[in-house]
């Protein structure tokens, strides 16, 4: 009888078996085989927290093919995730299979990346079961467990049926509604800017110069308010219409005398590699994926050996990893493309688990290409991504060439023009791994003293904008700033909101639902701690130190249970929250009760108020004021089955004109405002 080795997922146990070269037999136990029940707390109250695990039913299956592979097996290895989930999989193993072969002896190995090197390396290092880490997971489930199970039952009650709570989902939640009522109350204003358009004597191409000062005094002021989620700063002129007007026919026609030209080199640095929370967001930058998809790719490329563990907090990279990328980019690229000496990463992250690596592709010499063939597009989008970043962060720094040129025209009183312009000079790391740069304009030649000839003189109108609503990165990046959740819980957080029809998207912008607000505003009337970011904060690190053994995690559990208790109790005779009904202003064609506005995971519909005697339903359909670009019907927003928002043509089928976003949208051009 072979030893066994047990993994989570077929795919693992695969790519295992392919290097072990069946000396092994490789078993998948498809995830966690024993969970808290369903259809009751699972936890003991009365004695120290204590969880009452069961098999589910669709386990059941699964448990008996893993008993009867054990039942022979001297040596049974326990091969889960490098990570307290990991861990807890084969904590729960060995639990179930213990028993079965009284003489099989139990050992757990780790590796970050599945390759012939690590996994030898790994059976070198075999260890029993960490069981800090088991308890920190325990800890983790049970608590949200409490949470979930006591809450629930109260926001039907004071709320809407069916809702339910989450212990972390709540104060991710509060901050999508936090910043809606931001948006709400932030007063828009306008304001002004001038453009000065002038060239040098005998050349053709022009140069914009924007108004800074009048009478040395600057004209643009900032402004910065508080926010729940830190702050927000924004910039505006005191230019009023009737000044600016005053001012453009003040130079009209005027040369532009130049005071002050400034040049100077700045050099932009290689970023870290990914972490999890890094990878997420860029993936949701580059390619528009969500959280939840981004991490089902990478991990297959983890499980089928392509990039290291993906769940990960930290920026360390192997050796071995560094000297093979330094060696490929001197070798590709040149001795100058290479950073003069190693670059090593550091996070701020007081729980950053530091033995880990960061997320790298396991052989610098797997391309793209391969990648692409083997598994798809969306597969070697990410595995790109990963590569590029992971290899730029030993090359050099870029080396831009600034310049800021700074001009004055004298009327009545003295106005300061200021043009910039930056020039990439040598491109250092941005040779692999490119960004998007906010285009300068390429500035000549000038001297001081020289007279710019005029050629127009443009006012634009502004307004201030309020603090933009989170999209998935950006709210992903708030969690982490703040220590809420850890790298395996991004994804799920936010799919939970929606799954919960807590929160919509539109135009990739996150906006709370009504029933969304509703239970914020609950939940911060009744439970200020469940929805308290430093409270939240806390709760995690406590669940670092267990991991790490500097707590015991029933005692965790009892701190947060005594005071949870009597805000339950409390609750039961608090006020409730009513979700006012939205009326629309038809009637059902079937039975003529009204129609409201209902939500659903897939946007905003209408239905019949006498649901469910009455089961009529129509999709809400928004027209935007833009004709189609194609055929000049409307333009209509509309949601793919997966209910991703998009705008297409009212004409379908027709006319197939489609885009994602409004400003992807060809709209006719306006006329600019101007004094020649």
Not at 93 to 112: G, P, Q, T, W
Not at 426 to 449: C, M, N
Not at 469 to 484: D, P
């Amino acid at each position: 009888m072979k030893d066994v080795i047990l993994v989570e997922s077929p795919t693992k146990a695969k790519t295992l078996t392919r290097f072990l070269a069946g000396k092994y037999e490789v078993i998948a136990s498809m995830g966690h085989i024993r969970d808290l029940p369903k259809s009751k707390l699972g936890v003991d109250l009365e004695n120290n927290f204590e969880p009452q695990y069961i098999i589910p039913k669709d386990k059941q299956k699964t448990v008996k093919q893993l008993k009867a592979v054990v039942k022979g097996a001297k040596l049974i290895i326990l091969a889960t995730d490098p990570d307290r989930e990991g861990e807890a999989i084969s904590f729960h193993l060995h639990e179930i299979l213990k028993d079965v072969n009284k003489n099989s002896d139990f050992e757990r190995i780790v590796f970050h990346e599945i390759t012939k090197g690590a996994i030898d390396a790994a059976m070198t290092h075999k260890r029993k079961i960490d069981q800090d880490l088991v308890n920190a997971q325990t800890a983790r489930r049970v608590l949200d467990r409490i949470v979930g199970y006591k809450l629930s039952p109260i926001l039907w009650r004071k709320v809407k049926r069916h809702l339910s709570a989450g212990r972390v989902q709540s104060v991710a939640l509060r901050l999508i509604v936090e910043r809606e009522k931001e948006i709400g109350i932030f007063a828009s204003n306008a304001f002004y800017r001038i453009v000065l358009t002038v060239n040098k004597k005998g050349e053709k191409n022009t140069i914009d110069f924007e108004l800074t000062k009048i009478e040395g005094k600057k004209i643009e002021e900032s402004k910065e308010i508080k926010l729940y989620d830190g702050a927000y700063k924004y910039s505006y002129t005191n230019l009023s219409k009737d000044i600016a007007d005053i001012i453009i026919g003040q130079v009209k026609n005027e040369g532009l005398t130049i005071v002050d030209v400034q040049q100077k080199e700045t050099k932009r640095s290689s970023y870290p590699p990914f972490i999890t929370s890094t990878l997420q967001q860029a993936a949701f930058r580059r390619f528009g994926y969500t959280g939840k998809r981004t991490m089902s790719l990478a991990q297959r490329l983890y499980e089928e050996g392509h990039i290291t563990y993906h769940r990960t907090d930290s920026f360390n990279l192997s050796d071995v990893f560094i000297k093979a990328s330094r060696s490929y980019i001197e070798k590709e690229f040149g001795k100058e493309y290479l950073s003069p000496d190693v670059k090593v990463f550091k996070t701020k992250s007081k729980s950053a688990q530091e033995a880990h690596e960061a997320i790298r592709p396991v052989n610098i010499e797997e391309e793209k290409e391969k990648i692409s063939k083997e598994l798809g597009n969306d597969y070697a989008n990410i595995y790109d991504l990963i590569y590029r970043r992971a290899v730029a962060t030993q090359m050099s720094d870029a080396i831009f060439a600034s310049t800021k040129i700074t001009g004055e025209i004298t009327k009545k009183e003295t106005y300061t023009f200021e043009a910039s312009g930056s020039v990439l000079r040598f491109q250092g790391f941005l040779k692999l791994y490119s960004i998007k740069e906010d285009e300068t304009q390429v500035l000549p030649e000038i001297k001081v003293g020289e007279i710019l000839d005029y050629k127009n003189a443009s006012l634009s109108e502004h307004a201030t904008n309020p603090p933009p609503r989170y999209n998935e990165a950006s709210l992903v990046s708030s969690l982490e700033k703040h220590g809420i959740g850890r790298p395996s819980t991004y994804a799920p957080i936010i799919s939970t909101l929606f799954d919960r029809l807590y929160i919509e998207k539109n135009e990739g912008r996150l906006s709370p639902t009504e029933i969304g607000i509703s239970v914020t505003e609950f939940l911060v009337k009744n439970f200020s701690n469940i929805d308290d970011i430093p409270f939240t904060a806390r709760l995690e690190e406590e669940l670092d130190e267990i991991a790490e053994g500097k707590l015991k995690w029933q005692n965790v559990l009892k701190d947060f249970y005594t005071p949870f208790e009597k805000q339950l109790k409390k609750a039961e005779n608090a006020e409730g929250v009513k979700i006012e009904i939205e009326y629309s202003d038809r009637t059902c064609p079937k039975d003529e009760g009204r129609l409201i506005v209902r939500q659903s995971k897939f946007g905003k519909f209408l239905a019949c108020e006498n649901f469910p005697d009455c089961r009529f339903t129509e999709s809400i359909t928004e027209t935007l004021d833009i004709p189609c670009p194609k055929d000049g019907g409307n333009v209509v927003m509309k949601r793919t089955r997966k209910g991703r928002t998009f705008y297409g043509c009212s004409n379908y089928p027709n006319c197939d004109f489609a885009v994602w976003k409004k400003e992807d949208i060809i709209k006719p051009k306006e006329p600019t405002t101007a004094t020649n």
